[in-house]
């Protein structure tokens, strides 16, 4: 876990725009935010998200 929240993982965030490799924080991703979904919606997609990122750190196994 701790590769995915360390301070390299940000900067390839913020200096080479790897989304994939890296995070921002809140002021930094403020900018990305393309729609105003509702809160249905953003839960649901929140949830979806989540859950194949799970999928993709475990192989593909729930």
């Known amino acids: 876990m701790k590769d995915y929240i360390s ?3 940000n900067r390839r ?8 490799a890296g995070y921002g924080w809140a ?3 403020a900018g990305l935010i ?3 979904p509702s809160v249905r ?3 649901d ?3 979806g ?5 799970r999928s993709r750190w475990c192989g593909g196994a729930n």
Request: no cysteine; aromatic share 4%.
């Open 27 to 29: 002021g930094q991703v």
């Open 49 to 53: 998200e989540a859950g194949a990122i």
């Open 41 to 43: 919606e953003l839960i």
């Open 13 to 20: 965030y913020i200096h080479e725009g790897d989304g994939e």
């Open 34 to 36: 393309g729609d105003v």
């Open 45 to 47: 997609r929140m949830a």
């Open 7 to 9: 301070g390299e993982a």
